[in-house]
């Protein structure tokens, strides 16, 4: 979270759930199949849990994930549960240790948000948790997060810092790209590859006598760029191609002029047409210059 915070958006700039619904209803019928709603705290909107029974009437759709802080879903868990169509959570987590996870997140809510974890790795959802690997800060806990797999059926996922931290890339002492977390884990542990399918955005392993597994996420080296078949829509209904791109179209907008739902289709259709090859290239297009906005604003 950037230390001075982030503008609070007027309610009517962001995407009904009934708008929600609609944008995802019109990509299902072309052929989409999962959707993940994420955070920080998605839990914030009211009655989230209302929209996820409404999402799940959806046919089209096979799987609803979830991305949290784990800030306010814990409450919901046992409804979550009975939804079917929900599989995975990921719960946002960069440290184990409470004054750090405070000095990241700005506030003091580690007690809880474990809790969650382990509410969570006991219920019948699939449980990741996200970590942020960032240089100088939690580095020294990446084997602390391998080991906490032995005994959870959990996936521990590090994820390479990228520049989404409100003001651009900060100064690192060190440059903890995938292989340098690799290298990390092994000096601990034997991993063996587990074969993913092929539009995963981790690249993960299993060691032995462990309950979970551990993924990395080379998010800033991009190297999973060309398997890539993602796309994202904003709060506010920015549809972004690309997770480094500015934004190539404002669909709340297009709704609220009337547009029908096969114009959506139409539109969806030449907008995924333009999808860059890769991140780099991406973010080169940026007309702001480079990727410096907050993940807090963009979805995690």
């Not at 994420?38 to 959806?58: A, C, I, Q, W, Y």
């Not at 939690?138 to 590090?158: G, M, P, S, W």
């Amino acid at each position: 979270m950037p230390a001075q915070g982030i503008d609070i958006v007027p309610r009517q700039e962001l995407l009904t759930f009934k708008e929600m619904y609609r944008l995802i209803r019109v990509l299902t019928e072309l052929g989409v199949q999962k959707v993940r709603l994420t955070g920080g705290e998605p839990f914030v909107r009211k009655d989230f849990v209302g929209f996820l029974e409404m999402l799940s009437h959806n046919d089209l759709l096979e799987a609803i994930n979830i991305t949290t802080n784990g800030a306010l879903i814990s409450q919901h868990i046992d409804r979550i549960e009975k939804l079917g169509k929900v599989k995975d959570i990921n719960l946002s987590i960069d440290s184990l240790n409470r004054e750090k996870f405070a000095k990241i997140t700005r506030r003091d809510a580690f007690a809880e948000v474990y809790k969650t974890l382990e509410l969570l790795e006991q219920s019948s959802l699939n449980l990741k948790l996200n970590v942020v690997v960032q240089s100088g800060i939690n580095t020294d806990e990446i084997v602390d997060f391998v080991r906490f797999t032995k005994d959870k059926k959990l996936a521990v996922r590090f994820i390479e810092e990228m520049p989404f931290n409100g003001k651009g890339q900060r100064k690192m002492e060190e440059n903890w790209t995938f292989n340098k977390i690799l290298n990390e884990i092994k000096t601990e542990f034997d991993v063996k590859d587990i074969i993913s399918e092929k539009s995963s955005t981790s690249r993960n392993y299993a060691i032995d006598n462990h309950l979970g597994t551990v993924g990395i996420i080379p998010a800033f080296t991009r190297t999973i760029c060309n398997n890539c078949n993602r796309i994202r829509i904003t709060s506010t209904g920015t549809f972004k191609n690309c997770l480094f791109d500015d934004g190539v179209f404002n669909l709340r907008d297009f709704i609220r002029k009337g547009a029908s739902n096969d114009d959506l289709k139409e539109l969806f259709l030449s907008l995924v047409k333009e999808k860059p090859e890769n991140g780099f290239i991406a973010e080169a297009n940026r007309q702001d210059g480079g990727a410096s906005e907050s993940m807090s604003t963009i979805g995690g």
